[in-house]
């Protein structure tokens, strides 16, 4: 029975340190890029982006977002994404 059980926590010990030691951009979503249709104004607040399906991404921006210009509703951007939230967003070129 402690041989069954030392087996079982071993191999738990094995699958969390497999999985801890995944890169970050392994766990990271794709990036969003879209239209802003509605935000709130300050740090934190919140986003909302259309983007070419019709799809709308509500990111969740806090002090450690990089926020790569001051924006306004119908900008198009990019927002980049980490395991901890919302890393970057990024104005794209053709804007203003």
Same mark, same amino acid.
């Given at each position: 029975?402690? +041989? ?8 738990? @010990? =094995? ?5 801890? !030691? $995944?890169?970050? !951009? ?9 239209? @802003?249709? !509605?935000? *709130?104004?300050?740090?934190?607040? *919140?986003?909302? @982006? +259309? ?6 991404? @509500? ?7 990089? $926020?790569?210009?001051? =924006? ?7 927002? =980049?994404? !980490? ?12 804007? +203003?």
């Amino acid at each position: 029975m402690d +041989r069954l059980v030392l087996g079982v926590l071993g191999a738990l @010990i =094995f699958l969390v340190m497999s999985v801890v !030691s $995944l890169h970050n !951009s392994v766990l990271a979503l794709p990036p969003v890029q879209g239209e @802003i249709v !509605s935000m *709130t104004a300050g740090v934190p607040g *919140t986003m909302v @982006i +259309r983007d070419d399906k019709g799809q709308l991404h @509500i990111l969740n921006l806090t002090q450690q977002t990089q $926020l790569g210009a001051q =924006f306004k509703v119908g900008d198009k951007v990019l927002a =980049f994404f !980490s395991p901890y939230g919302v890393s970057a967003v990024q104005l794209q070129s053709g804007n +203003r």
